[in-house]
Nanobody, 124 residues
Framework: QVQLVESGGGSVQAGGSLRLSCAVS????????MGWFRQRPGKEREFVAA????????SYADSVKGRFTISRDSAKNTVYLQMNSLKPEDTAVYYC?????????????????WGQGTQVTVSS
């Protein structure tokens, strides 16, 4: 049974940074393409960033490109989302997801496992 546990959320002022972590248990993180999604208040869940199973390819939503970076540490079986230059509109619950696929995935239905989410609040 694969489990994903997010951590690192919190409250920060606009312009600040946070790093989210997603610890994978049950299988090695290199078995999956991994992704981050978020759900803002009153909105549907949306794609943020993804990394391929090989970790050689990444993909980002236009709204976070240049500010967020997804990475993977296979030794720690963990995926990260480094978030810089945060804006109030980045306020959301952030979810980690794993897909039994090779390529970075942008569509939520393509993911097989999900974490419980971690709250990120950015104040102006």
């Amino acid at each position: 049974q694969v489990q994903l546990v997010e951590s690192g959320g919190g409250s920060v002022q606009a312009g600040g940074s946070l790093r989210l972590s997603c610890a994978v248990s049950g299988r090695t993180v290199s078995s999956y393409a991994m992704g981050w999604f978020r759900q803002r208040p009153g909105k549907e869940r949306e794609f943020v960033a993804a990394i391929s199973r090989s970790a050689l390819s990444t993909s980002y939503a236009d709204s976070v490109k240049g500010r967020f970076t997804i990475s993977r540490d296979s030794a720690k079986n963990t995926v990260y989302l480094q978030m810089n230059s945060l804006k109030p509109e980045d306020t959301a619950v952030y979810y980690c997801a794993a897909a039994e696929r090779a390529y970075a995935q942008k569509l939520a239905p393509n993911y097989d496992y999900w974490g419980q989410g971690t709250q990120v609040t950015v104040s102006s």
